[in-house]
Each structure stands twice: as C-alpha cells, then as structure tokens.
C-alpha cells in the first residue's frame, strides 16, 4: 500500500528522485492506508498529503535546489579560475597576424584620432626619469629579494614595449627596453592611480613598439622577476610601424643596415658593437693624450689630392670656382703642425676614398694618424705593439681571443635559434688571434725574393725591374688591372704570396721608396724606405714610416707621381707646392702612423663585414619589384643553361 502512496505522489508534485528517496524512508514510520476498495470516503479523502508532509517536502526540495545551486557555482568558480590562469591572447598579440600595412593604416589613424582628442596626448613633450632602466636594476635588484613584495619607494622609468602578456583584463605584463636592459612592468588595475584614463584604456592603447613612460613601486615578483608596478602609465612615442617578432628576429642584411635603428632594437650584440667602437675609441684619445699629444682638426676640402695614394671624390667650390678633392689622408697637413712647433699631434676622422664597395672597403672610413717629432718607425712599432695590445687586454681580458672564420651568425642570434638547437658551432668554426708582445717583423722585398724563388732587380725603378715583375705576374696567375706600374705589380705580388700569411699580428717592414713617395729612404738599404704595414688576420691594420723631410727628395717624388698620373694611375698624388715650401722650412725628423679604426673594431667585434662595425654604412641603390624580377629571371635562365650543359656532358661521356 505504501509503494501506491509514493506513486502517487511522484505523480502529483514531480519532485526528483532523491526527494522521493527520502520521502520513501519518511513514509516507513507513517501508518499504512488500506486499499482503495475497502477504504471508506473519510479515508480517500485522507489519501491527500497531510499538511505536515507537505511542509516537510517543500522544505526538503528547497533544500536540494540551494545545494545544486552552490555545485553549479562552485563549478563555475573553478572554470573561472583555470581560465584566469591561462595566458590570454589580447589585442596586441592578434595583431602580429595583421599584415604590416594593414597595421600601419590602422595605427595611423588611431594615433591622428588621439592628436584630435588629446586623450591622451600621443606625443607629449616631457615625461621626467628618476632612473634609467640599467640604474633601475642596478638599484633595486640587491633591495627587492623577497618574493611578493612591493617596495615603498616610487620611481619613473621610461623605455620601448618589447613584449607584452596578459594574465586577464585586470593585469598586464610589459617588457620594457632601454640602453640594452630589460625590465618587467607588472600593471595590476588595483594599482592604477591615473584619474584621466582607465586602466582598460590604456592598456588597450599601448602596442609593442611603443614608448611609454612608467611611475611605481619597484618589487619581486612571486616568480623571482625583478619588475616595476605601475600606478601610472603614459604613452610617450606610439609606433606606426610593427616590430619583427621576437621569434624571428631581424636578421636580413640588406634590411638592417639601411634602418639601423630597428637592427639596434631587435639585436643586442648590434648595439655591443658599437660601444666597442666608442670604447676603442676612447681609449686611443686617453692613450695619446697620456702621452702628451694634443688632438687637432684638419681640413677635409683640399685643393690638391694627397696624403696617401688613392682615388678621391671630387667636388666643385661655385663661390671659388674651382674644383676640390675630399681629403684621402690628413698627413700633409699634420706635418706643416710639426713644423709649426707642435711636436705631438694627432686626429680621429673620417677619410674618403672613391673606391669599390666590399667587406673591408666603404667609401668614408674613420682613421686614426698621429705624429711625433725626434723619432723613427722603430719608436713607432713599439707604440703600435703597445697601444693595441692593452687595448685588446682591456676589452678581452687576454691577449688571444677567438674569432669565426667567416661570418658571425650569433649577431642577430634569437632566443628561439638558441632554444630550438638548430644553433651548433664547433671548435673549426673559429681562430685565435695572439696579441701578446713583441709581434714579428718581415722585409718586404726580402720575403718577396724567397715566396718567388727569383733574385729580384736591384733597381726597381727600371724598364727592366717593370718587365721582372709583369713576367712574375702572368706566371702566377696574379692579377693587376692598367696601368701595371712597378708599385702596382709588387703590390697585388705581396698580397698574393705574403699577406695571407700574416694571421696573428706582424709588421710587415721596408717597403720599396716607389710605393712610399712620403717615406724617409732607408738608412741601410738603397731603394727601400724606413716603413712599416701592421696586418692582422690578413688585413691591412696600421701603416706608418719615419717622415721624409728632404724638400729636393720630396720634389722629386712628388713629379714622379705626377707622371704616373699622366700614364692614368688615378691612385697617384698632386703636386703640393704648399707642403713642399713648409718642408723648406724644416721639418725635424719625425715619425707618423695611420690606423684604420674600423678595421680594428672589426677584429674586436669579431665581424667579416665592414658594415657590421658602421653606423650608416653606404648601401648600393635599393632595387625595384621589377629589376628584381629581371635578376632572378636571369639566374634561373644561367641555372638552366648550366643544367643543360651539365646533361649534354653526360650524355656524351656516356
């Protein structure tokens, strides 16, 4: 009978199963009601739920509800927090798939939106710094070691958004970059204390790229990151342009030195470079200022081309009238100084050079020459051996330090290259220079006579020394563009059989008077002159000699140059009446050297390329869609010529 009773009222109140499980055990203690067909009319009416029951049942449903009510909430607590958890993908991310010009013309807008609207300022004109971001390490790195904790002092940075991450609408992570250094700015909405803007707008506002200014507590971290919370944040600089990714890095050659300043943002060892540079540079100016010289400034107009042989670019003056040469060399001019009594003078400049464009070569170069008066190119090997080792202790703390090979593919290395394992190098890959003191001396000539295995004319400066040498040439397969002058020809022969040898430091001396027209003849060797070439790893470093002061020797000289000219050696140097007359007025003996500044950062930067140690270096016009087109075509139409003739020979060998 009781089983009727529950059925029935499963039937009426459509209550759940586990009400009716208790209902079950509630009607175990309740009197049983007889059938239907014995019961009399006071007893069917009782078949209805006693008010009792029904409160109890009401209750017991109202129970269950509020606890399936608090499951349901819990669950969805739960979700909300794993996905909290997970690193949401925001605007500024969805936006490394946007095409590059897409991003431009909406950057743009947005940003001449916020020009109108001053809300808020995009290009505000002050922002004040109480920290650079390296002194902002510097500073709180050792303070801030716990874990969670923010710090009370309040500081402002500044810097370039490099990366941005989101933990939820409510925090945001930037990396922010300055001078080379890195810093996390931890932005949580419970910080924000800007009463102009909402935390949600700015921080929708603000793109990778970007400058912003940062104002905030220093702190640690949970994850041990030395960072910056933020109370307010203000866009500073907005970028129209989209970063490369930091995945892919920048890394095409062409691209990166005709906009510098990006290389300078994506690649670290580019922007180490450089303050290698300033480095040596500074510290050849605390060298010879130590030594008592005095640094000047020459012209770079001059009216003659001299100073070194070499092509010069040429110019014309309107007010003058006249053409002008951009200086190859300060030499000249440095020598009338030591006339003048200034016995101790150097300069750091730049040189220009009308010449081809190569891994070594650029058509403006910085160079260093100084000259001393009462000393010889001996003093002067001394000062070189002395000068550029420390330099080279000071910046690698060893005399031998190691260099690639070729190329150096770690300049614009990625941490993904790095992380994927793609990156290996080996021990092959690399050379170690040795720029421990004393370093080597070769005669020029002397050496020349061994590699050639020929005695070689006594006077070089003959019909006969010219014919030795042209024949020496062709039966070396050594090649020498017109005019083949004597010095031309010995030139391109000591390159070939000498300077390749000449891997760690050597100076390489006593080069022929003929290739020397500024050089003090040879006190011991006729023919010869008191000059040295300093090379290392096979390049050209320092060139000096001891000065020649003899104006009827120098008069001489200079009028063979002129002849050489006349032949069509547009290397060779003027006729200086200038120079000559302050020769007249007697120059002391003296000693002069030259230092190709590039070249030696080069060394210590460990770069093939000449470009890699200039700024702006000079770049080959950029090509158009179609004359790009135009190359490629033709080297598919030489790859498939060659591929032709490749299958023409085997069809004939076989």
């Not at 040879?522 to 070439?533: A, N």
Request: with cysteine.
């Amino acid at each position: 009978m009781f089983k009727k009773k529950i059925s029935m009222l499963k039937s009426c109140l459509n209550i759940s199963k586990l009400t009716f499980r208790s209902l079950f055990y509630f009607s175990m203690d309740q009197p049983q009601v007889p059938p239907a067909g014995e019961q009399t009319k006071e007893q069917v009416g009782e078949q209805a739920i006693s008010k009792s029951q029904q409160k109890y049942l009401k209750k017991l449903e109202e129970k269950e509800k509020k606890k399936a009510e608090k499951e349901a909430e819990k669950v969805q607590q739960q979700e909300n927090a794993a996905e909290k958890k997970k690193p949401k993908k925001v605007q500024q991310e969805d936006e490394e798939e946007v095409d590059p010009r897409l991003f431009h013309e909406n950057r743009s807008k947005q940003v001449l939106a916020l020009k109108q609207t001053k809300d808020p300022n995009p290009y505000p004109h002050k922002f004040h710094v109480d920290l650079t971001i390296a002194q902002f390490r510097d500073k709180y790195g050792p303070i801030c070691t716990e874990k969670g904790k923010i710090h009370e002092d309040v500081v402002s940075v500044a810097g370039r958004v490099v990366t941005i991450r989101s933990m939820g609408a409510k925090l945001m992570f930037y990396d922010l970059q300055g001078e080379g250094t890195k810093i996390q700015v931890m932005a949580n909405e419970g910080n924000h204390k800007d009463q102009e803007l909402s935390f949600e707008k700015i921080h929708t506002l603000i793109k990778r790229g970007d400058i912003i200014g940062v104002k905030g507590n220093p702190c640690l971290t949970k994850a041990g990151e030395l960072s910056i919370a933020p109370g307010i944040i203000q866009l500073l600089s907005p970028t129209l342009h989209m970063l490369p990714t930091a995945h892919f890095g920048f890394k095409d050659h062409e691209q990166r030195y005709r906009m510098r300043y990006l290389d300078l943002i994506m690649n670290k060892k580019v922007r180490e470079i450089f303050l290698t540079r300033s480095s040596v540079i500074k510290q050849l100016r605390e060298y010879f200022d130590g030594k008592g010289f005095i640094e000047v400034e020459t012209p770079s107009l001059n009216v003659i081309q001299g100073g070194a042989t070499a092509k010069p670019f040429k110019t014309f003056h309107n007010s003058l009238h006249r053409d002008l040469f951009m200086r190859v060399a300060p030499e000249l001019y440095l020598k009338m100084l030591i006339v003048g009594g200034l016995d101790r003078v150097y300069e750091i400049g730049k040189n220009f050079r009308n010449e081809g464009i190569d891994q070594t070569h650029n058509p403006e170069f910085t160079a260093m020459e100084f000259y001393w008066a009462y000393c010889d190119y001996n003093d002067l090997m001394t000062v070189t051996e002395e000068v550029l080792s420390s330099i080279v202790l000071k910046l690698k703390g060893s005399y031998k330090f190691k260099i690639h090979k070729g190329d150096n593919p770690t300049i614009t290395l990625t941490e993904h290259d790095i992380k994927s394992g793609h990156f290996k190098e080996n021990e092959e890959d690399f050379i170690e220079l040795d720029f421990t003191p004393p370093w080597p001396r070769v005669s020029m000539m002397a050496e020349l006579e061994k590699k050639l295995g020929e005695k070689l004319p006594e006077v070089l400066e003959s019909e006969e020394a010219n014919a030795f040498f042209n024949q020496q040439a062709k039966k070396h397969k050594v090649e020498c563009s017109n005019p083949r002058t004597t010095a031309r020809l010995i030139d391109k022969l000591v390159g070939h059989f000498l300077e390749v040898n000449f891997k760690n430091p050597t100076f390489l001396i006593d080069h022929p008077q003929l290739m020397s027209p500024l050089s003090k003849v040879h006190r011991q060797y006729p023919g010869l002159t008191e000059r040295f070439e300093l090379f290392v790893n096979y390049h050209e470093l320092c060139n000096a000699y001891t000065e020649l002061n003899d104006p009827f020797v120098q008069k001489a000289l200079f009028q063979k140059q002129v002849e050489d000219a006349a032949k069509g050696d547009d290397e060779a140097m003027g006729y200086d009446e200038g120079f000559i007359k302050s020769l007249e007025h007697a120059l002391p003996p003296t000693a002069g050297w030259g230092l190709g500044i590039d070249r030696f950062v080069m060394l210590l930067t460990d770069t093939q390329n000449i470009q890699e140690v200039l700024l702006f270096p000079a770049m080959k016009p950029e090509m158009s869609i179609e004359e790009m087109q135009k190359i490629q075509k033709e080297k598919e139409e030489q790859k498939q010529k060659q591929q032709q003739q490749q299958q023409q020979q085997q069809q004939q060998q076989q």
